[in-house]
């Protein structure tokens, strides 16, 4: 949002956030975002930087959303001077340390002269760092060397985030303090968005599929429940993906990465922009074979975002994504099949001595209706994803007064699905739209500064799927429809926030969501009896609720140095209508009766910086959870089934370093490690198994929840060359470490744990290189120890004998349907060069 401020006499205070980080070794890239202290961006700052012992004076001017970027700085001290028409000018020196990153804080007071003030007062930074909760962000600086095949190479860095392999190689299901651990397949429980555009459709769903992180600038991460702010299917938190801005590339860049198992990634840049307006384009085409036998893959994406500013108080932004994607799929494993043959090869056609080879393979009719089965190998049976998501939104921003900006947008999110991933595939369309306005005023409240969020909202989603019965006959030959699902899902809500600053240091937080969602589905469940007339059973689900969320919260500053906060938030997300038809036999029928999960979480935390060479967060949490939703398969030819925990508890502690423990006489040294303990479990859960005739049940209160990791571990020591011959060479060794996890209610059988290595080295030629200073290269290994590991495991349905009591571990050890290998030793490499 953008404000201008008309000001005679008034005094303001805009910080300037400054974040310096290594280009390359003895360089460094100054970026940072000028704003006020309520987080309104100003645009068309004058910023200069130059070098204290003399050099070019570098010139910036800070765009539509206050941003602006030098690159190619040598290590050093540099003079900052920020100025802008309506303030008064502040000059500030800073050391540039090779590879070190750095925030500077500068103070404009407001000119005493009447001056007209633009500032670009975004909506989307109260949404992405909200006070008083705990957050953590990753640079570009941090993974622009590196080949980012995945979402999950960047987000590894941040405290709090875990993830597993989803439904594919490029799906990625990522976790913030475990609130999606309980599924293997796309983003539950955490909303998603990209540059202030909701990219989580109505129905919770959130795919990282088309998330490139070649195209990012940053990402920022909100942590703890958080549905005051963003509302429903905010249990976790939120995500906010940041695209470069025209003014950060200024030009045309393009890159190929190359790496093991044909792996290739094309992509190309391109930015402008200036004070009145801003544009950037990206798109890239990512393919590879894999290790693991039909696992290839084909993804385009396409990613455009556009600013203009209209007059000084009327703004518009516009943003498009496209993905498609082609991936083959595997079957997921047994424990058994995983530790006889993970990569599943020899596992292409179905053939006698696939048990034995540890091949697991899917069940269908030969008919495709009833009677006799044949099995089939995932390749035979032609498994794939074919999925297309498409969306197109505007955002529109005016002054109302000198503090007050009101902001509307729109978002159009289209995804198509065409999923024949086992027995049975599901192909659907569900278009979906999104509608947020809000007004953001910033000024005295009762006398103190203060910032006022007000918004409504409302999204809908059209659902129309079908599922059918995969046949023998390959590419997967569809039998008979066994369910076909239309239906609506909607939700209209309000958010009310304020943020008062008590005093100079401290910061009261207190909001409160409420939101109605209305979920309209009628499923027909096909059956074909053999011999007799096939039958339609429709279950019909007509659905409402009501939720509230409300939260407090408290910041305190005791200097600069050192951040304080603690915070009360609360939680909520409905069932979607894919989880109201599977019934606990994984097969499709009636599971209306699903409640909605809610949670009450507590966190309080810190964060230090230590001068210029030590920085430290910390955070601990603990979340009441009623009516927990847990997703676990009961086998591979059959539907993941949701049910309800009556009560539940997440408890743990996350914490980050970032130390240049020689930042005189060894300044390319960097120390960095993230960390989550995440203990999850069951106080109140009794499950009632069923296997033919006999029933039992089982006290699960005091049990582990399944699939969540409970110690996850990122490290890494970076070193970057300063200076000499070697400027320009960098290096990084990665260890990542991940605890076993159990996998079923009964805590019987785990998942075992894992420490990876990885080692990346670069090399980004300094300035004064000629055309060879254009390019960037880098090259990476993979997995050094070439290490089998589980890189994501469904949960397992717990069953019965024929005596009624409850199976042990080597029975769930055979159930299929749970298991992909990770990657073994690979090798990546790029190029990257700026036109």
């Given at each position: 949002m953008s404000t201008v401020w008309r000001m005679g006499g008034a005094f303001a205070l805009v910080a300037a956030s400054l974040t310096v980080g290594a280009q390359s070794a003895g360089e460094g890239v100054l970026s940072g975002q000028v704003t006020d202290l309520g987080s309104a961006a100003i645009v068309g700052a004058q910023i200069e930087a130059h070098a204290v012992h003399g050099g070019a004076v570098l010139h910036s001017v800070s765009d539509q959303q206050g941003r602006f970027s030098f690159s190619g700085v040598a290590a050093g001290a540099y003079h900052l001077r920020a100025a802008h028409d309506g303030f008064q000018e502040k000059q500030q020196e800073i050391d540039v340390i090779a590879g070190q990153g750095a925030v500077v804080?500068?103070?404009?007071?407001?000119?005493?002269l009447t001056q007209n003030v633009t500032v670009e007062a975004q909506p989307a930074l109260m949404t992405e760092t909200p006070a008083s909760q705990t957050q953590a962000q990753v640079s570009r600086e941090d993974f622009k060397n590196s080949p980012a095949t995945?979402?999950?190479?960047?987000?590894?860095?941040?405290?709090?985030?875990?993830?597993?392999?989803?439904?594919?190689?490029?799906?990625?299901?990522?976790?913030?303090?475990?609130?999606?651990?309980?599924?293997?397949?796309?983003?539950?429980?955490?909303?998603?968005?990209?540059?202030g555009f909701?990219?989580?459709?109505?129905?919770?769903?959130?795919?990282?599929?088309?998330?490139?992180?070649?195209?990012?600038?940053?990402?920022?991460?909100?942590?703890?429940?958080?549905?005051?702010?963003?509302?429903?299917?905010?249990?976790?938190?939120?995500?906010?993906?940041?695209?470069?801005?025209?003014?950060?590339?200024?030009?045309?860049?393009?890159?190929?990465?190359?790496?093991?198992?044909?792996?290739?990634?094309?992509?190309?840049?391109?930015?402008?922009?200036?004070?009145?307006?801003?544009?950037?384009?990206?798109?890239?085409?990512?393919?590879?074979?894999?290790?693991?036998?039909?696992?290839?893959?084909?993804?385009?994406?396409v990613n455009l975002l556009?600013?203009?500013?209209?007059?000084?108080?009327?703004?518009?932004?516009?943003?498009?994504?496209?993905?498609?994607?082609?991936?083959?799929?595997?079957?997921?494993?047994?424990?058994?099949?995983?530790?006889?043959?993970?990569?599943?090869?020899?596992?292409?056609?179905?053939?006698?001595?696939?048990?034995?080879?540890?091949?697991?393979?899917?069940?269908?009719y030969a008919n495709g209706f009833n009677g006799?089965?044949?099995?089939?190998g995932a390749a035979q049976a032609g498994l794939n994803r074919h999925d297309r998501r498409t969306i197109v939104g505007a955002r529109y921003e005016h002054?109302?007064?000198?503090?007050?900006?009101?902001?509307?947008?729109?978002?159009?999110?289209?995804?198509?699905?065409?999923?024949?991933?086992?027995?049975?595939?599901?192909?659907?369309?569900?278009?979906?739209?999104?509608?947020?306005?809000?007004?953001?005023?910033?000024?005295?409240?009762?006398?103190?500064?203060?910032?006022t969020y007000v918004a409504g909202s409302f999204n809908y989603e059209n659902i129309n799927s079908q599922s059918a019965n995969l046949m023998p006959g390959g590419k997967a030959a569809l039998g008979g429809t066994t369910q076909i699902v239309v239906g609506t899902h909607s939700n209209s809500g309000f958010r009310v926030r304020e943020e008062l600053a008590l005093a100079e240091r401290w910061v009261l937080v207190a909001g409160l969501g409420g939101e109605y969602t209305a979920l309209n589905a009628l499923a027909q469940n096909y059956t074909y009896p053999v011999g007799g007339t096939p039958a339609i059973s429709p279950v019909n689900a007509d659905r409402t609720f009501f939720n509230l969320a409300p939260e407090v919260g408290v910041q305190f500053h005791p200097d600069r140095a050192l951040r304080l906060h603690a915070r009360l938030g609360t939680g909520y997300g409905t069932p979607q209508a894919t989880q109201l038809f599977t019934n606990a036999q994984g097969q499709f029928g009636n599971n209306i009766t699903l409640k909605t999960q809610r949670n009450i979480g507590?966190?309080?935390?810190?964060?230090?910086?230590?001068?210029?060479?030590?920085?430290?967060?910390?955070?601990v949490f603990y979340e009441w959870f009623h009516n927990e939703q847990v997703t676990q398969s009961p086998g591979v030819n059959l539907q993941s089934y949701t049910f309800n925990a009556p009560a539940s508890a997440h408890r743990g502690v996350q914490a980050s370093v970032d130390w240049h423990p020689l930042p005189q006489t060894f300044s390319g040294l960097r120390l960095r490690a993230s960390y989550l303990y995440d203990n999850q479990i069951y106080t109140d859960y009794t499950e009632q198994l069923t296997t033919g005739s006999a029933t039992n049940s089982f006290s699960r209160s005091g049990n582990r929840i399944p699939g969540v990791q409970p110690h996850y571990l990122n490290a890494r020591v970076v070193y970057d060359q300063p200076s000499g011959l070697m400027r320009g060479f960098g290096a990084y060794v990665e260890t990542n470490w991940r605890a076993n996890y159990v996998l079923d209610n009964a805590n019987l059988l785990s998942a075992p744990g894992y420490?990876?290595?990885?080692?990346?080295?670069?090399?980004?030629?300094?300035?004064?290189?000629?055309?060879?200073?254009?390019?960037?290269f880098f090259f990476d290994l993979q997995n050094l120890t070439n290490k089998t590991y589980i890189a994501s495991a469904g949960n397992l349905t717990n069953s019965l004998n024929a005596q009624g009591q409850q199976n042990g571990a080597a029975v769930l050890m055979n159930a299929s349907g749970s298991i992909y290998a990770g990657t073994p030793r690979a090798s990546y490499g790029g190029v990257r060069v700026r036109f």
């Open positions: 804080k500068l103070a404009l007071p407001v000119s005493t995945t979402i999950a190479d960047v987000l590894s860095l941040v405290p709090g985030v875990t993830f597993v392999q989803g439904n594919g190689p490029r799906d990625v299901a990522v976790s913030v303090r475990g609130a999606s651990n309980r599924q293997i397949y796309g983003v539950r429980n955490v909303q998603l968005f990209e540059d909701p990219v989580t459709q109505p129905d919770g769903l959130g795919r990282t599929d088309l998330t490139d992180p070649h195209a990012y600038s940053s990402i920022d991460v909100v942590e703890g429940p958080s549905s005051a702010l963003y509302g429903n299917y905010a249990t976790g938190g939120a995500i906010n993906f940041h695209t470069r801005s025209g003014s950060e590339i200024q030009g045309l860049e393009v890159g190929a990465d190359f790496g093991s198992f044909g792996y290739y990634n094309d992509y190309a840049t391109y930015g402008a922009g200036n004070d009145r307006y801003q544009f950037s384009g990206f798109v890239s085409n990512v393919r590879a074979d894999q290790a693991t036998v039909n696992n290839q893959y084909n993804t385009v994406t556009a600013t203009f500013a209209a007059t000084p108080r009327d703004r518009m932004t516009f943003k498009f994504i496209n993905n498609d994607l082609d991936t083959n799929l595997s079957i997921r494993l047994s424990r058994n099949q995983y530790q006889l043959n993970p990569y599943q090869q020899g596992c292409q056609v179905y053939n006698a001595g696939f048990a034995s080879n540890g091949c697991s393979s899917i069940s269908v006799t089965t044949q099995s089939l002054d109302l007064t000198h503090n007050t900006t009101w902001q509307t947008q729109f978002v159009w999110d289209n995804r198509d699905a065409n999923q024949p991933t086992s027995a049975s595939a599901y192909r659907g369309t569900l278009p979906s739209f999104n509608v947020v306005s809000n007004l953001l005023r910033r000024g005295l409240f009762a006398g103190k500064q203060s910032t507590v966190d309080g935390g810190a964060d230090w910086m230590f001068g210029s060479s030590l920085q430290l967060s910390a955070a420490t990876l290595w990885n080692l990346s080295t670069h090399y980004d030629p300094p300035a004064g290189h000629g055309a060879l200073s254009r390019l960037r």
